[in-house]
């Protein structure tokens, strides 16, 4: 794992918590951290992990990076473009459907959109998010329930550009919270297969953080954890690095790279 504040050393965490067959667990109940996922078009990579974090009961939301959402088309200089914010997954879905529904069906953008559809309305900016204001029209979203405040802990990309382009966001946006957010790259190619993979090691992550933080949050007093504070969060915040370490070794053929951030 390359990190940007410092280098993991091992570090001994609680088990994860099993997951059944098709994602769905039962809700443990207690502290849960509260998790983003981004990738370049909020379509492929970020929304498996929105889903699988949803399925395992962790609050969560998801952004694309990149300027428009662009997805392929019949020949490699002929994309689809959109419009973040202001197009669904279902007419994405349906008008994909009316212009090839046998092109769009054999790539695997129409089951994308299917379950994308299912998630929520529609790509996200990154850029766009007033982070910190009530995620209003969004109940119906999965993942929402504890995301009503608009404020993640953890802050997780799926290629490298992301990770930068978050990062040098969060820098531009000068820390008005300030709130630590913890911004954690991993690597996965943008391909149906490798999203699957990359969002149960998104799972096997989070549980992994989470476990980590009930610990450093019984020590300080729910309180002081909750506010988010850097003198309420320094023990949790010390011990990232190392949890990222062992995943790392659990997941070799996905590169993480890890920074604290501000919002």
């Known amino acids: 794992m390359e ?14 918590a099993p997951a059944q067959q098709n994602g769905h667990r039962e809700d443990p109940g207690g502290f849960k951290l509260k998790f983003c996922t981004v990738c370049a078009s909020n379509q492929n990579r970020s929304m498996e992990g929105h889903l699988r974090l949803a399925l395992a009961n962790y609050p969560v939301i998801s952004f694309g990076t990149g300027s428009l959402v662009r997805l392929p088309g019949p020949t490699i200089t002929q994309p689809n473009v959109y419009k973040f914010n202001e197009t ?35 790509p996200e900016r990154w ?21 009503e405040g608009g404020v993640a802990d953890i802050v997780i990309t799926c290629e490298e550009r992301c990770w930068d382009a978050v990062v040098d966001d969060l820098l531009n946006r000068g820390s008005p919270l300030n709130r630590a957010v913890h911004v954690i790259n991993i690597d996965i190619k943008d391909n149906h297969e490798e999203a ?21 949050r019984e020590k300080v007093g729910a309180a002081a954890f909750d506010s988010g504070s850097g003198a309420g969060r320094a023990s949790f915040d010390e011990r ?12 070799p053929n996905l590169p993480a790279t890890w920074t604290l951030a501000w919002f």
């Open 196 to 216: 699957s993979v990359g969002g149960r090691a998104m799972v096997d992550l989070a549980d992994s953080l989470n476990n980590v933080a009930k610990e450093e």
């Open 3 to 16: 990190t940007a504040n410092g280098n993991p050393s091992s570090a001994s965490a609680a088990p994860a």
């Open 240 to 251: 990232v690095p190392e949890v990222i370490g062992e995943w790392q070794e659990r997941w």
């Open 88 to 122: 669904s997954y279902d007419s994405i879905y349906r008008e994909l459907e009316a212009k090839d529904p046998r092109l769009y069906r054999a790539n695997g953008l129409l089951n994308m959109l299917g379950r994308n559809r299912n998630i929520k309305w529609g």
């Open 127 to 147: 850029q766009d998010w007033q982070v910190g204001m009530p995620r209003v029209k969004k109940e119906t979203d999965k993942g929402f329930e504890g995301m």
